[in-house]
């Protein structure tokens, strides 16, 4: 299948309009940078 817009663009404009989803990434991003190396299990 072939995308037909870049994904991370799409990710920036979505967060541009999307306060909650902003923040929702921005608190991924946290706890996941906090986690190290750990593997991820959630």
């Known amino acids: ?3 037909t817009r870049d994904f991370k663009e ?3 404009e979505r ?3 999307d ?3 902003a923040k929702a990434m921005l608190d991924e991003a946290a706890l996941r940078s906090s986690m ?3 593997m991820w299990r959630g």
């Open 15 to 17: 967060a541009a309009r």
């Open 19 to 21: 306060p909650a989803f």
């Open 10 to 12: 799409s990710v920036k």
């Open 1 to 3: 299948m072939v995308l």
């Open 36 to 38: 190290g190396n750990r």
